[in-house]
């Protein structure tokens, strides 16, 4: 079955440290890969995407992701954490396999920006 | 841009009543549009795709006679959650593609729906 990891509930980290949020994937071929940022009782906003090229993805914020085809995961990266950074973050997969749009999300990781 | 306008966004409504939320793309047109539902403290499951001029497409579970869903146009999906109960308190969510590979896809900002 296709599906997307994100292994944590929480990530906590000071502000002006680096953040990882990891997100792995298993779907058949070559996916198009999303993250989206969720503040409370909003929509998804989108970050960055993954669709083809270049492994390392930059995207809004300053938030960057590195696509890694072997292991199968694409990590949501900031070299320096805001308190403003602190919501729910989703890892989306459109398997290539499909044929609509509709996205496979993670169950979201809760990111805490500690002053 | 790529902008995508829900409304409303919360509603309480009564056991036994229809709620109906609207989902526009406001700057692009949309052939086709999902809706997600987003229990507390969980991710996103999607429900239908919509499809403008045709029937929607559920998702395995979702009840199409109790989330009516029409797309009537290239700009405009709503969702009716019909005889509404308590259990169908939820945050609802819909999305539109306008160039997936340029915008990704974008989102509402949801619609908060409590049945008391």
């Known amino acids: 079955a296709q599906s997307v990891a994100q292994p944590e509930d929480q990530v906590n980290v000071a502000e002006g440290n680096p953040l990882t949020v990891k997100c792995t994937y298993s779907?058949?071929?070559?996916?198009?890969l999303f993250w989206y940022v969720q503040y409370p009782n909003r929509g998804l906003q989108f970050l960055l995407k993954?669709?083809?090229?270049?492994?390392l993805v930059k995207g809004s914020y300053g938030f960057e992701a590195e696509f890694n085809k072997s292991q199968t995961s694409f990590h949501l990266k900031k070299p320096s954490a805001l308190v403003s950074d602190s919501a729910l973050y989703f890892c989306?997969?459109?398997?290539?396999?499909?044929?609509?749009?509709?996205?496979?999300f993670g169950t979201g990781t809760r990111l805490q920006v500690f002053p | 841009g790529a902008v995508v306008s829900q409304h409303p966004s919360r509603v309480i409504c009564k056991s036994g009543t229809s709620v109906k939320i609207e989902c526009r793309s406001l700057?692009?047109?949309?052939?086709?549009m999902f809706w997600y539902r987003q229990f507390p403290k969980q991710s996103l499951m999607l429900m239908a795709t919509?499809?403008?001029?045709?029937?929607?497409?559920?998702e395995q579970g979702v009840e199409k006679d109790k989330f009516l869903i029409n797309h009537a146009s290239l700009t405009l999906s709503t969702l009716t959650v019909t005889s509404a109960h308590p259990e169908d308190s939820s945050f609802y969510i819909c999305?539109?593609?306008?160039?997936?590979?340029?915008?990704?896809?974008?989102f509402g900002s949801g619609t908060r729906l409590t049945v008391v």
């Open positions: 919509s499809n403008e001029g045709s029937k929607a497409t559920y």
């Open positions: 993954y669709i083809t090229g270049d492994n």
């Open positions: 989306a997969v459109r398997p290539p396999s499909y044929n609509t749009d509709k996205l496979i």
């Open positions: 779907v058949s071929g070559n996916p198009y």
């Open positions: 700057d692009f047109q949309a052939t086709t």
């Open positions: 999305s539109a593609n306008r160039d997936r590979d340029r915008y990704g896809y974008t």
